[in-house]
């Protein structure tokens, strides 16, 4: 598998069409594990508290995805989105429980963008609700380790999800600089 994983971030660093960087993301969303058993389900947003830092390929497919929403749910994350940015702007890696709500978390406790979720999300599945809830989530590490390798495969630099989605919607820029954020080590 991680032979297919280094193919797979030579083809992401040589692409820059958003479509074909999205369709990597979904060639790395297969190579997660599924997790053995886990205590979440619908609702549990424990670990949606947090400032996720998605790929390039991750970020296109988030994109493509809200182009589906309803115009009133787009104007909604239009109007959230500018606020949060600021917020977190200065917020690291590290600083992830300072960042509160993520900003695709619904009322009802789901998620926004599910299907087009990034892989930081999709490894996090808690296999003891009780961890979650004094913040040290017991998880499937085979999951996380996966879904880690596979966002390694799409690179090494995320961005943060408020400020990128602030400034390619409301700032009508492609300039995502500002949202930049390095991760910390790489793993293959």
Known sequence: MKYELIQLRD??????????????ANTAFRHVKPAKKT??????TYCCHTNVHPTLPELARILHE??????????????????????????GVADARKAGRCIMLNC?????????????????????VAGCKIFKPRVDPTQMRSALDARDALGTEGYKLPMALDILLNQNS?????????????RF
């Open 39 to 44: 205590d979440c389900k619908s609702g549990c």
């Open 108 to 128: 009802d406790g789901t998620c926004a963008i599910y299907r087009a979720r990034p892989l930081i999300c999709r490894g996090m599945n808690s296999l003891a």
């Open 11 to 24: 083809r992401v660093r040589r692409e820059t069409s958003l479509p074909v960087l999205a369709e990597h």
């Open 66 to 91: 809200i182009e589906s929403w309803s115009d009133e749910q787009k104007a909604a994350l239009k109007a959230k989105v500018g606020p949060v940015a600021q917020v977190q702007k200065d917020l």
């Open 174 to 186: 492609q300039d995502l600089t500002p949202a930049l954020v390095k991760f910390p080590t790489q």
